[in-house]
């Protein structure tokens, strides 16, 4: 039986290099999708043609909408703009424990279908301030995932995979192009439009990773580059 690899699947650049590496490394993949209340579904969407790209054999898109509920960012919250200029400290865009809740459910999939890995696209490097990107966060989470399993309990392990996470965004472009990652399906953009706005934290970042890839970004942008 091929060995198992769960994917937390945003339809972006990082989780969709994440896709290709993981089946370099010869894991059957098996993408998770979150809907989580954020303020445009094209995440959803653009992550639905990354999982049929990859010809997965089944892609779980899983509504955890309760998040805007919660609120407290610019992602969950209509009444919170999007920045589109850089600022000292953790941005409105941070979603409050996305990841922690994002890899428990990932690491809950995982369990149900044997997988021995969750893939998860966080970068210590060129990333946004989020806290839940941390080398110290991703460690000290395997480790209760370990303790808080049936997998873990009766001497198993699912390892959280993080390749990117020293790794800035030219560096992670560089490889996924060498792997024929299909940046044409992704999106990045805060605003979910049909063409990206070029100007939130997520644009600047995903843009800047090309310029120093010496590569040029498949996307539309709806402003100039």
């Given at each position: 039986?091929?060995?198992?690899a769960?994917?937390?699947?945003?339809?972006?650049?990082?989780?969709?290099?994440?896709?290709?590496?993981?089946?370099?490394t010869?894991?059957?993949?098996?993408?998770?999708?979150?809907s989580y209340?954020?303020?445009?579904?094209?995440?959803?969407?653009?992550?639905?043609?990354?999982a049929q790209?990859?010809?997965?054999?089944?892609?779980?898109?899983?509504?955890?909408?309760?998040?805007?509920?919660?609120?407290?960012?610019?992602?969950?919250?209509?009444?919170?703009?999007?920045?589109?200029?850089?600022?000292?400290?953790?941005?409105?865009?941070?979603?409050?424990?996305?990841?922690?809740?994002?890899?428990?459910?990932?690491?809950?999939?995982?369990?149900?279908?044997?997988?021995?890995?969750?893939?998860?696209?966080?970068?210590?490097?060129?990333?946004?301030?989020?806290?839940d990107?941390?080398?110290?966060?991703?460690?000290?989470?395997e480790?209760?995932?370990?303790?808080?399993?049936?997998?873990?309990?009766?001497?198993?392990?699912?390892?959280?995979?993080?390749?990117?996470?020293?790794?800035?965004?030219?560096?992670?472009i560089?490889?996924?192009?060498?792997?024929?990652?299909?940046?044409?399906?992704?999106?990045?953009?805060?605003?979910?439009?049909?063409?990206?706005c070029?100007?939130?934290?997520?644009?600047?970042?995903?843009?800047?990773?090309?310029a120093?890839?010496?590569?040029?970004?498949?996307?539309?942008?709806?402003?100039?580059?």
């Open positions: 039986m091929a060995k198992k769960v994917i937390v699947l945003s339809g972006g650049l990082d989780s969709t290099t994440c896709m290709g590496l993981a089946k370099k010869g894991y059957e993949l098996y993408p998770i999708t979150f209340g954020q303020r445009h579904d094209r995440e959803v969407t653009q992550a639905k043609e990354v790209f990859y010809e997965v054999p089944e892609h779980r898109i899983v509504d955890i909408s309760f998040l805007s509920q919660i609120g407290g960012s610019a992602l969950t919250e209509e009444s919170i703009e999007v920045p589109t200029e850089a600022k000292e400290g953790i941005p409105s865009t941070y979603v409050p424990a996305r990841n922690l809740i994002f890899l428990s459910l990932a690491a809950a999939y995982a369990e149900v279908i044997g997988a021995e890995a969750v893939y998860t696209g966080v970068s210590a490097v060129d990333y946004s301030g989020y806290p990107c941390r080398p110290e966060f991703i460690a000290h989470l480790e209760t995932i370990h303790l808080a399993t049936k997998t873990g309990v009766e001497g198993g392990k699912i390892h959280l995979a993080t390749p990117l996470i020293h790794w800035s965004k030219g560096e992670t560089q490889e996924g192009l060498r792997l024929g990652v299909p940046y044409h399906l992704t999106t990045s953009c805060y605003q979910g439009d049909e063409e990206a070029g100007e939130c934290d997520s644009c600047r970042l995903r843009l800047k990773g090309f120093d890839a010496g590569a040029t970004d498949p996307i539309s942008y709806g402003v100039k580059k």
